[in-house]
């Protein structure tokens, strides 16, 4: 029971991650705007509060002295995997930051940037917070007071991920992985148009070793047919020279 529970709170964490890091690539360009300002701030409080949640079930159960080892074992991969989360939400935290600064909304100081991206971003941020509807707030403030908090969001997030290292000693070199890298794009479940041609490239690729003895022989031919066109050569040579010698 407790695994589960921590593979659905991981899972969730990793979606509001990953619609927080699509929400950034917006940033400064042609799609800014307050709403996505707004949703920027709404979706890595989310995350904020999920990852909370994560540390202090994962702490607690890897602190328990009486879990098997298999059970142990478990749980310093989702910790692992955890980890990884939040070092990519404080990435992503920082470079938001860092746009944000460099495009304020209410006093422009330079023009937004071309990058092709259109549309609204609200089906992200609304899958990230699991809601049907956004609901957005004037905020006059949002150059100034949500570029405080982000700052000392991220002040918090590096000390959570500090204590978690002081609490949690894993090394994530000792954790072993379950599946081998890139299996999920060799699974049958995969239905996007990239994990398609991951498998057919798989599929294609005997064909091409079988096709390769043929291009062997072709190759050891070609070599026979330049050291035959040199002893033609040699030989004439040879004879030409006792013809004009006698």
Same mark, same amino acid.
């Given at each position: 029971?407790?695994?589960?529970?921590?593979?659905?709170?991981?899972?969730?964490?990793?979606?509001?991650?990953?619609?927080?890091?699509?929400?950034?690539?917006?940033?400064?360009?042609?799609?800014?705007?307050?709403?996505?300002?707004?949703?920027?701030?709404?979706?890595?409080?989310?995350?904020?509060?999920?990852? &909370? +949640?994560? #540390?202090?079930?994962?702490?607690?159960?890897? !602190?328990?002295?009486?879990? @098997?080892?298999? *059970?142990? %074992?478990?749980?310093?991969?989702?910790?692992?995997?955890?980890?990884?989360?939040?070092?990519?939400?404080?990435?992503?935290?920082?470079?938001?930051?860092?746009?944000?600064?460099?495009?304020?909304?209410?006093?422009?100081?330079?023009?937004?940037?071309?990058?092709?991206?259109?549309?609204?971003?609200?089906? &992200? +941020?609304? #899958?990230?917070?699991?809601?049907?509807?956004? !609901?957005?707030?004037?905020? @006059?403030?949002? *150059?100034? %007071?949500?570029?405080?908090?982000?700052?000392?969001?991220?002040?918090?997030?590096?000390?959570?991920?500090?204590?978690?290292?002081?609490?949690?000693?894993?090394?994530?070199?000792?954790?072993?992985?379950?599946?081998?890298?890139?299996?999920?794009?060799?699974?049958?479940?995969?239905?996007?148009?990239?994990? &398609?041609?991951?498998?057919?490239?798989?599929?294609?690729?005997? !064909?091409?070793?079988?096709?390769?003895?043929?291009?062997?022989?072709?190759?050891?031919?070609?070599?026979?047919?330049?050291?035959?066109?040199?002893?033609?050569?040699?030989?004439?040579?040879?004879?030409?020279?006792?013809?004009?010698?006698?």
């Amino acid at each position: 029971m407790g695994k589960e529970e921590c593979k659905t709170m991981l899972d969730a964490l990793n979606k509001v991650t990953a619609c927080y890091r699509h929400l950034v690539i917006a940033l400064g360009s042609t799609s800014d705007s307050q709403n996505l300002r707004e949703e920027l701030k709404k979706t890595r409080k989310k995350a904020q509060e999920l990852a &909370v +949640a994560n #540390r202090t079930k994962l702490t607690s159960l890897l !602190k328990d002295k009486t879990i @098997s080892k298999e *059970d142990r %074992a478990e749980y310093e991969r989702l910790w692992v995997l955890f980890s990884s989360c939040m070092e990519l939400l404080e990435v992503d935290m920082k470079r938001s930051l860092e746009i944000a600064q460099e495009f304020p909304l209410k006093v422009p100081t330079r023009h937004l940037i071309q990058t092709g991206m259109t549309g609204s971003t609200t089906t &992200v +941020a609304a #899958r990230a917070m699991s809601v049907q509807n956004m !609901k957005y707030e004037a905020d @006059s403030n949002i *150059d100034t %007071a949500d570029l405080r908090d982000l700052q000392a969001e991220i002040t918090q997030v590096s000390q959570m991920m500090e204590e978690m290292e002081m609490k949690v000693q894993v090394a994530p070199w000792a954790v072993e992985a379950k599946q081998e890298a890139g299996a999920e794009l060799k699974s049958n479940m995969s239905v996007g148009n990239s994990s &398609v041609g991951v498998i057919s490239i798989c599929e294609e690729e005997p !064909k091409e070793e079988e096709g390769g003895g043929g291009s062997r022989e072709a190759g050891f031919a070609s070599i026979c047919a330049v050291i035959g066109f040199f002893v033609i050569v040699i030989v004439a040579l040879v004879l030409g020279y006792l013809v004009v010698n006698m």
